[in-house]
C-alpha cells in the first residue's frame, strides 16, 4: 500500500512539473508570437506608408478594426494567397525558435525532476542512515529515546523499531529482575532452611548424649516447621509458574472468616485468643473457598501473634466492592516495617521467633489474582488492620 501511494506522488509530481514547464513554453511562445506578428505589420506598414503616405489612414482604421475583431479574415479575401505567399513562408525563424523554447520547457522539467528524485532519494538515504544507527546504538547498549523526524513514509517504520525496542529493554529489565528475585528467594531459603536444620542437628547430638523427651519435642517442633515451609514454598512455586488454578465460586464472607477461626482452634487456644467475627447480613464475594480462608488464615495469624487476646473481625459491601478488616489490639506495625510486609521472607522487628515471613506474602498473591487488594494500617484507636477489598469489576 506505502509501495502504491509513492509511485502516485511521484507521478502526481512528475505531471505537475510537467503542466508547469509547458504552461511556461506555452506564455514564451505567445508573447514571442506576438513579438513577431508585431514586427512583421510594422515592417509591411512602413513600406506602404513610405510608398503611398495617403495610405497611412488606411492602415490605421483597418488596425483598429482588426484589434477590435471586427475584421473576420475570408479565404476569398486572403490577399497574401492571391500575391502568391503561404503560411510555410513565415514559419521559418518562428518555427526554429519556438522549438528551442519546447526543448528548453522540456529540459526544464527533466532537470527538475532528477533534482528532486535526487533529493528524495538522499532523504530516505539518511532516514535509512539514522535508523540503522539507531539498531547499532541499541545492539551495544547505548540507544536513547528515538526522536521524531516527522511524518513521511518512514514513520511507520520508525515507530515500529521504537517499540520494539522498548518492548525488548522491558524484557530484558524483567528477565534481570527475575534473576535478582530468583537468587535472593534461593538465598532466603536456604537460610530459611537452614535453621529448623541446626536445631534438629543439635538436638540429635543432645539425645545421643542424654537422652530427653525435650529434645523430642523440639526435633517434632522444628520438623513441622520444616514442613510448614516446605508447603509454603511449594505455593508460592505454583503461583510463580501459573500453574495455581483458582476455583472461583460465590461464597459467604462470614463462612470464610468462621472456617478460618475454626482450622486455627488449637493455635488460639495455645495462645489464649479469640477471634470476633460478627453476623452483618449476607454479603457475598467471587473467589476460591479454600484458597481464601489460607490467606484469611495467614492474616488472623499474624494479628493473634502481635495482639493481646482477640483478633477482631468485620465486613461489608458496597456497589463498587466487598471489603473485610481484620485487626487486633496490639503495638500496629513499625513505620520502618511498612514498605516490606507483603515482601517474601521479610521479618519485622517484633515478629515472633517462629515465623518464616511467607505468609502475609503468600495472603497477598492469593487475594490480588482474585480481583482483589489487600493494604496493611495501623489503626487509630492502636493495633494493626489488614485491609481485604474484593472488587465487583
Not at 512602413?46 to 479565404?75: C, F, H, M, T, W
Not at 522444628?222 to 501459573?242: K, M, Y
Request: net charge negative; hydrophobic share 45%; with cysteine.
Amino acid at each position: 500500500m506505502n509501495g502504491q501511494k509513492n509511485v502516485v506522488i511521484i507521478l502526481g509530481f512528475v505531471l505537475s512539473i510537467s503542466l508547469i514547464a509547458s504552461a511556461v513554453s506555452v506564455m514564451c511562445v505567445s508573447y514571442y508570437n506576438s513579438q513577431l506578428q508585431f514586427e512583421l505589420l510594422t515592417g509591411i506598414c512602413g513600406e506602404v506608408v513610405k510608398q503611398d503616405p495617403e495610405a497611412r489612414k488606411i492602415i490605421s482604421a483597418a488596425l483598429k478594426e482588426y484589434i477590435s475583431g471586427n475584421i473576420i479574415v475570408r479565404a476569398e479575401d486572403n490577399i497574401l494567397s492571391v500575391l502568391g505567399y503561404h503560411r510555410q513562408d513565415f514559419l521559418g525563424l518562428a518555427y526554429r525558435k519556438n522549438s528551442l523554447y519546447v526543448i528548453i520547457g522540456f529540459l526544464a522539467g527533466v532537470f527538475l525532476f532528477i533534482v528532486t528524485f535526487l533529493y528524495r532519494n538522499k532523504r530516505e538515504a539518511i532516514r535509512i542512515h539514522a535508523l540503522a544507527e539507531y539498531l547499532e546504538q541499541v545492539n551495544i547498549g547505548k540507544a536513547v529515546i528515538l526522536s521524531a523526524s516527522g511524518e513521511d513514509e518512514f514513520s511507520k517504520l520508525e515507530d515500529e523499531i521504537y517499540k520494539t525496542v522498548i518492548f525488548l529493554y522491558q524484557a530484558k529489565e524483567a528477565a534481570i529482575q527475575a534473576k535478582n528475585d530468583f537468587a535472593e528467594n534461593l538465598f532466603n531459603i536456604a537460610h530459611q532452611i537452614k535453621t529448623p536444620i541446626t536445631a534438629i542437628s543439635l538436638s540429635v547430638q543432645m539425645i545421643k548424649q542424654d537422652f530427653n523427651n525435650n529434645y523430642l519435642g523440639q526435633v517434632e517442633k522444628q520438623l513441622l516447621r520444616l514442613t510448614s515451609l516446605e508447603e509454603a514454598l511449594l505455593v508460592l512455586a505454583r503461583i510463580d509458574a501459573g500453574t495455581l488454578f483458582l476455583q472461583k465460586k460465590e461464597v459467604d464472607v462470614f463462612t470464610i472468616l468462621v472456617l478460618a477461626a475454626d482450622n486455627l482452634q488449637e493455635l488460639l487456644k495455645s495462645c489464649a485468643t479469640s477471634v470476633d467475627i460478627p453476623e452483618l447480613g449476607e454479603v457475598a464475594v467471587i473467589a476460591d473457598l479454600d484458597w481464601t480462608i489460607e490467606a484469611v488464615m495467614n492474616l488472623m495469624k499474624n494479628c493473634m501473634e502481635h495482639g493481646s487476646g482477640t483478633v477482631y473481625c468485620s465486613y461489608m459491601q458496597n456497589p463498587l466492592y466487598t471489603e473485610i478488616l481484620i485487626w487486633d489490639n496490639g503495638e500496629g506495625f513499625k513505620k520502618e516495617d511498612m514498605p516490606h510486609l507483603f515482601e517474601r521472607f521479610y521479618r519485622g522487628k517484633n515478629s515472633s521467633g517462629n515465623g518464616i515471613g511467607i505468609g502475609l506474602a503468600l495472603a497477598k498473591e492469593i487475594i490480588e489474582r482474585q480481583n482483589g487488594t489487600i493494604r496493611a494500617k495501623n489503626r487509630l484507636g492502636g493495633g494493626a488492620c489488614f485491609e481485604i477489598r474484593f472488587y465487583s469489576h
